[in-house]
T-cell receptor, first 111, second 110 residues
Framework: EAGVVQSPRYKIIEKKQPVAFWCNPI?????LYWYLQNLGQGPELLIR????????DSQLPKDRFSAERLKGVDSTLKIQPAELGDSAVYLC?????????FGPGTRLTVL | GENVEQHPSTLSVQEGDSAVIKCTYSDSASNYFPWYKQELGKGPQLIID?????GEKKDQRIAVTLNKTAKHFSLHITETQPEDSAVYFC?????????FGSGTRLQVQP
């Protein structure tokens, strides 16, 4: 069974530029999560989707971050404009129950 | 909200020794406690989990214990091997909202 797929794996951009991350969850998993992981820390939830609906986006900085999950499968997380402090790893996870399975992440560097 | 404390932050053991990582949580409503292993450049990998109606669970060399009254849970790795070297995260969950600890970097010396 294929795991969670994320792309790109690495992204380097200049501050104030936009950036987008893509996630394809495990087939059949209705719940999709985006997490932010800063260096040396545990992942922090940004947003959780149940099918197409964002059911928990309380930690998403809505002034610059946006996300969508069209058709309840793939999801895209966008940052516009990026700031230096956004440099981190962005993880996507999916689940059909309590167990969450993570993708490899996208490492974002903002210069 | 939930707060998860994890310690130690680093742990070095000799190959074959046991390793123990401890976590405490604050929200008594949390009912699911997974442990993840994260290797460099990879996403967290679920290695074992325990639910609040169980006190202990074992899978080969890995075991997890949960004390609901004290709100703490622990990961035990026996007969450690060099490939166990990684960062380990505990987490607590209520209604699929995972809160992670800050991680323990385990180094197994051959």
């Amino acid at each position: 069974e294929a795991g969670v797929v994320q792309s790109p794996r690495y992204k380097i951009i200049e501050k104030k530029q936009p950036v987008a991350f893509w996630c394809n969850p495990i087939s059949g998993h209705n719940t999709l999560y985006w997490y932010l992981q800063n260096l040396g820390q545990g992942p922090e939830l940004l947003i959780r989707y149940e099918n197409e609906e964002a059911v928990d986006d309380s930690q998403l900085p809505k002034d610059r971050f946006s996300a969508e999950r069209l058709k309840g499968v793939d999801s895209t997380l966008k940052i516009q404009p990026a700031e230096l402090g956004d440099s981190a790893v962005y993880l996507c996870a999916s689940s059909s129950s309590d167990e969450q399975f993570f993708g490899p992440g996208t490492r974002l560097t903002v210069l | 909200g939930e707060n998860v404390e994890q310690h130690p932050s680093t742990l070095s053991v000799q190959e074959g020794d046991s390793a123990v990582i401890k976590c405490t949580y604050s929200d008594s409503a949390s009912n699911y406690f997974p442990w993840y292993k994260q290797e460099l450049g990879k996403g967290p990998q679920l290695i074992i989990d325990i639910r609040s109606n169980v006190g202990e669970k074992k899978d080969q060399r890995i075991a997890v214990t949960l004390n609901k009254t004290a709100k703490h849970f622990s990961l035990h790795i026996t007969e450690t091997q060099p490939e166990d070297s990684a960062v380990y995260f505990c987490a607590a969950s209520h209604r699929r909202a995972l809160t992670f600890g800050s991680g323990t970097r385990l180094q197994v010396q051959p």
